[in-house]
């Protein structure tokens, strides 16, 4: 049996080498990119294999704190395994509808259905609180099963998003296998690639090799 230590310090290894390329500019779109090569014909790279990379990913958003992340890595194992579910199965809810959206379609009504049953469940154990100068939806404590935590912010943060004018930025990597989501805050809105170092070089190398083979063909 492995001790509470050495996997909190397997956590803490793994957040000192910041694993995740979060680039999306929303912990929502970047919980979408953790299917990386979504798009690709020879099948999609899962990032979130275990509970201890869902740990990671919400820390190194911002969403839980480096002192909450011992609790959480010592709750129970069954619910550690159901949460990293539900919170996969919730980036795929996400997922169907931000790609209609990005492609200029409504969303599917499926998508948004189960988008309100995962808000409804969140709301369900959370009451408004007055908290510095303004009303906020706090979770009440016992309520709250601890496994659950980084869902319920990403599932919290997600729906702030999605109900803001910030969603009309919303754009995909010109890398077709890619496609990984973002914010384009740019003033020109010119943004095409998730990030120039991990597609844009590479599409554009691509097309040199293609280039150059028909100078080399002519
Ligand atoms: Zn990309």
């Known amino acids: ?71 959480l890595a010592t709750s129970d194992p069954v619910r550690k395994r159901r949460s990293l579910s539900s919170t996969k199965r919730f980036r795929e809810c996400l997922a169907s509808i931000l790609y209609a959206v990005v492609d200029g379609q409504a969303p599917p009504i499926d998508g948004v259905r189960s988008l309100s049953a995962f808000a409804r469940t969140m709301r369900k154990s959370e009451d408004l609180e007055w908290c510095d100068s303004r009303l906020r939806w706090n979770a009440g404590g016992d309520r709250v099963r601890a496994s659950d935590v980084p869902l319920r912010r990403l599932v919290s943060t997600a729906l702030e998003l999605l109900t803001s004018a910030e969603i009309d930025q919303l754009r995909a990597c010109s890398n077709q296998e890619c496609r990984w989501l973002f914010l384009d805050g740019s003033k020109n809105k010119a943004r095409r690639w998730c990030d120039m170092k991990l597609c844009g070089n590479r599409i554009k190398a691509r097309r040199y090799r293609s280039k150059q083979r028909m100078v080399d063909s002519q």
């Open 1 to 71: 049996m492995i001790s509470t230590r050495i996997r909190v310090m397997q956590i803490q290894k793994k957040l000192d080498s910041a694993p995740f390329q979060l680039v999306a500019g929303h912990p929502a779109l970047d919980l979408v990119n953790t299917l990386d090569w979504r798009f690709r014909p020879s099948g999609a790279e899962e990032l979130l294999n275990n509970y201890a990379d869902l740990l990671c990913f919400a820390e190194q958003s911002g969403l839980i704190t480096p002192s909450e992340i011992q609790k």
